[in-house]
């Protein structure tokens, strides 16, 4: 072969391999091509499930939206019940408690019409000699006497102690006063009308002398 024949191979050779290369990055532009669609098509698909959870949400928005106002009125229903409830809570107390007030005036009333009895039990009492304390008629009216007394000690009616004790408003009524060294000031010497207490309430005050 010549030398000219030489050359010519060499050069068709160098072409084959240009175009050997240039088939290769055609095939490497091919293949980031692909990748870049691949890429473009996962961004998409993402796009998608995005777009479809949020109209998931807006429905389930939409879905809360018509269920609001029938919770409004069952919120509203049950607030008005329990309104209720409370107000007949306290008017139930309110009257209890009435209830009880008008009893305890009631019952106040009563033993304040009792005591005057008592009072004459005590003064007949004081009126008769011992031996007329053994007659028949006697014992039978201190039995009466004591069982009324009993009555109003189950009742919590209480007597007043005064005499002896040092003058006190709230429960003595001073009617006299009296002149008594031995006494000290403001001591009761002496009970004119036992008083009494009902549950620890003033019903009769005691009415007494007290010295000076």
Not at 68 to 90: C, G, Y
Not at 94 to 102: I, V
Not at 133 to 149: H, L, R, S
């Amino acid at each position: 072969m010549s030398k000219k024949n030489h050359e010519e191979a060499d050069s068709t050779a160098k072409n084959v391999e240009d175009m050997a290369e240039d088939i290769k990055d055609e095939k490497d532009n091919a293949s980031n091509v692909d990748n870049s669609v691949d890429s473009n098509a996962d961004v998409n698909e993402d796009s998608a499930v995005q777009a479809e959870d949020a109209s998931d949400a807006e429905e389930q928005a939409d879905s809360k939206k018509t269920a609001d106002p029938k919770d409004a009125v069952i919120a509203d229903l049950q607030d008005r019940v329990k309104r209720q409830m409370a107000e007949f809570d306290n008017f139930r107390k309110r009257t209890d408690k009435e209830k009880s007030a008008m009893f305890e005036m009631g019952a106040s009333d009563v033993i304040k019409k009792l005591l005057p009895v008592v009072d004459n039990f005590e003064r007949g009492f004081k009126s008769i000699t011992d031996d007329e304390k053994e007659t028949p008629f006697a014992k039978g009216m201190d039995m009466v006497y004591k069982q009324m007394i009993k009555m109003l000690e189950d009742l919590e009616v209480k007597p007043i102690e005064a005499v002896g004790l040092e003058f006190n408003p709230d429960f003595h009524n001073a009617v006299m006063h009296v002149e008594d060294e031995s006494a000290g000031e403001g001591i009761i010497v002496e009970e004119f009308e036992k008083g009494y207490t009902y549950r620890d309430t003033v019903i009769r005050h005691s009415m007494v002398k007290v010295a000076n």
